[in-house]
T-cell receptor
Framework: DADVTQTPRNRITKTGKRIMLECSQT?????MYWYRQDPGLGLRLIYY???????NKGEISDGYSVSRQAQAKFSLSLESAIPNQTALYFC?????????????FGSGTRLTVV | GENVEQHPSTLSVQEGDSAVIKCTYS??????FPWYKQELGKRPQLIID?????GEKKDQRIAVTLNKTAKHFSLHITETQPEDSAVYFC???????????FGSGTQLTVLP
């Protein structure tokens, strides 16, 4: 089945380290997103991309960067990790404009910064 | 930008009763309103969505209603079952942008 895959599933890293979270999809969708989930805060948008040449900042992009290596791959980097970046990170794709715009989420990456 | 508020943050109901979760949005240009269910340790999954040209949509035991004038929409779950226990998120997006702004989530617990 077409899906959205995130690696790693879990990661513990030290303050100040650079870390990359990877996302790949077989859905054939052009639009990809990175969200961060914190308890009581819902899902907040970090970055999004409508195609390989189109990268946009979201609500909370400070401290993060992204790379869209191909239509199917969208990576999130933490340049210098800090403890308040400890969270659950989700990649998502959207079927818009062919579809209504509902997201398909990846399985998530739980990141802990110590 | 869009702001979505969701209430309540926690909701407990007896099995078989109904559950209602409410969301309000700020951007009158928003025209797409999906709901996601996230079971413990899993990814959010789309359960139902509605566009602004429709006032109500049903799918078996779940329904969503939209009031564009008041800028609020609600999720209704009837005949709740233990497997309905999860965190539910509402979201809104506008026009061609289609990036979703999410509410803060509702933890629904269905008591046997």
């Amino acid at each position: 089945d077409a899906d959205v895959t995130q690696t790693p599933r879990n990661r513990i890293t030290k303050t100040g380290k650079r870390i990359m979270l990877e996302c790949s999809q077989t859905k054939g969708h052009d639009r990809m997103y990175w969200y961060r989930q914190d308890p009581g805060l819902g899902l907040r948008l970090i970055y999004y991309s409508f195609d390989v040449k189109d990268i946009n900042k979201g609500e909370i992009s400070d401290g993060y960067s992204v790379s869209r290596q191909a239509q199917a791959k969208f990576s999130l980097s933490l340049e210098s990790a800090i403890p308040n970046q400890t969270a659950l990170y989700f990649c998502a794709t959207s079927d818009f404009p062919k579809g209504q715009g509902g997201y398909t989420f990846g399985s998530g990456t739980r990141l802990t910064v110590v | 930008g869009e702001n979505v508020e969701q209430h309540p943050s926690t909701l407990s109901v007896q099995e078989g009763d109904s559950a209602v979760i409410k969301c309000t949005y700020s951007d009158s240009a928003s025209n797409y309103f999906p709901w996601y269910k996230q079971e413990l340790g899993k990814r959010p999954q789309l359960i139902i969505d509605i566009r602004s040209n429709v006032g109500e949509k049903k799918d078996q035991r779940i329904a969503v209603t939209l009031n564009k004038t008041a800028k609020h929409f609600s999720l209704h779950i009837t005949e709740t079952q233990p497997e309905d226990s999860a965190v539910y998120f509402c979201a809104a997006s506008e026009g061609s942008a289609r990036q979703l702004t999410f509410g803060s989530g509702t933890q629904l617990t269905v008591l046997p």
